[in-house]
């Protein structure tokens, strides 16, 4: 008993993908429908709010430990979006201006560096760059549950292996 296979469409009017098999439409992705292997989940919900981000990651420069410091970004996933983009503040946001930074998903990996107290510190590890962020456990779990239908789970770096606290 073959079942008919799902397809996703787009709604113009309300702007929002639907599923359907031929003789059934909803607007969930049917728990039966099967995704083939290795395909990304089509829709996500996407995140936003504040992280810390340490300064002078680019280009692996060597600069001097003593030059970075931790800044305050209001970070933006789009629903479904693959790229991570921060900002000044969220004001810069709202008002459109350009990201300040913006980090491609695709291929990225995001691991634990240090979890101390309620705060936690964490590596995005994308193709181009590498992000170094931390923040409070529950914006941290709020990040980690919207990144992984792009980056797949949240892995422990080397760092995290001693159990010090």
Do not use: I
């Not at 728990?31 to 083939?36: F, V």
């Not at 410091?69 to 991570?84: I, M, S």
């Not at 080397?158 to 159990?163: G, I, L, T």
């Amino acid at each position: 008993s073959e079942s008919p296979s799902w397809a996703r469409h787009f709604d113009e009017e309300s702007k929002s993908f639907y599923f359907s098999n031929g003789t059934e439409t909803t607007w969930e992705v049917p728990l039966h429908a099967q995704l083939p292997p290795s395909e990304s989940p089509l829709w996500w919900s996407g995140n936003e709010g504040w992280l810390e981000k340490k300064s002078g990651g680019h280009d692996g420069q060597s600069k001097m430990k003593l030059m970075q410091k931790w800044d305050k970004r209001f970070f933006v996933l789009d629903k479904c979006g693959t790229v991570l983009k921060y900002y000044k503040s969220d004001e810069a946001f709202r008002k459109r201006e350009e990201p300040a930074g913006m980090v491609e998903l695709r291929g990225a990996s995001v691991f634990v560096k240090e979890a101390k107290g309620d705060l936690v510190r964490f590596t995005l590890l994308a193709p181009d760059r590498q992000l170094k962020l931390r923040a409070p456990m529950a914006e941290y779990r709020m990040w980690a549950s919207a990144l992984r239908p792009l980056v797949g789970d949240v892995t422990d770096g080397p760092a995290a292996m001693s159990d010090d606290d």
